[in-house]
T-cell receptor, first 118, second 113 residues
Framework: DAGVIQSPRHEVTEMGQEVTLRCKPI?????LFWYRQTMMRGLELLIY????????DSGMPEDRFSAKMPNASFSTLKIQPSEPRDSAVYFC???FGAGLAGDTDTQYFGPGTRLTVL | AQSVSQHNHHVILSEAASLELGCNYS??????LFWYVQYPGQHLQLLLK??????LVKGIKGFEAEFIKSKFSFNLRKPSVQWSDTAEYFC???????????FGKGNQVVVIP
């Protein structure tokens, strides 16, 4: 099993540019999560999908952030326009369950994308 | 919404010392509990988890955690740490029926050889 795949691993961009982060969940998993990790705020859940449908996007900082999941094997997180305060590591995670069956709730994390906005 | 507290954010100890990291959560219903580890520069990896049954859970690399429902706690322990245990450790909780995980702020553990 390849695990959760994220790309790119590192992204350096200038303020105002559009940034797109990509995630491929583990095959067969039906829940996908986007997190942001910073020194100041720790791990924050931005949004999560179940069966490709956004369930909770209350963690999305503002309208500059958007996420899509067009199919079960692909999701994107887009920041437009990017700002220096968006610099962070963005993790994608997936799980098999929808919070109903206990053991299937385990989330498996990807390697992350380290974003630097200059 | 549930929240998770981890104390003693920075822990420094010598090899062979025992480690205990505290985790308390606030939620009155049934929960699932997790400990994740993040080695320097790497992603989060599952260390152990509790869903039901024996409240003493054994995980990988000699770690264990005990769920004490009356104290809303899920403390992580390892009797004898190694240099390779240097990492950040995160406790996480989700309410049964809601797969939104709440993470603690993490414990940065440094093991001195």
């Amino acid at each position: 099993d390849a695990g959760v795949i994220q790309s790119p691993r590192h992204e350096v961009t200038e303020m105002g540019q559009e940034v797109t982060l990509r995630c491929k969940p583990i095959s067969g998993h039906n829940s996908l999560f986007w997190y942001r990790q910073t020194m100041m705020r720790g791990l924050e859940l931005l949004i999560y999908f179940n069966n490709n449908v956004p369930i909770d996007d209350s963690g999305m900082p503002e309208d500059r952030f958007s996420a899509k999941m067009p199919n079960a094997s692909f999701s994107t997180l887009k920041i437009q326009p990017s700002e220096p305060r968006d610099s962070a590591v963005y993790f994608c995670a997936s799980s098999f369950g929808a919070g109903l069956a206990g053991d299937t709730d385990t989330q498996y994390f990807g390697p992350g994308t380290r974003l630097t906005v200059l | 919404a549930q929240s998770v507290s981890q104390h003693n954010h920075h822990v420094i100890l010598s090899e062979a010392a025992s480690l205990e990291l505290g985790c308390n959560y606030s939620y009155g219903g049934t929960v699932n509990l997790f400990w994740y580890v993040q080695y320097p520069g790497q992603h989060l990896q599952l260390l152990l988890k509790y869903f039901s049954g024996d409240p003493l859970v054994k995980g990988i690399k000699g770690f264990e955690a005990e769920f004490i429902k009356s104290k809303f706690s899920f403390n992580l322990r390892k009797p004898s740490v190694q240099w390779s245990d240097t990492a950040e450790y995160f406790c996480a909780v989700n309410a049964r029926g809601n797969n939104r995980l709440a993470f603690g702020k993490g414990n940065q553990v440094v093991v001195i050889p």
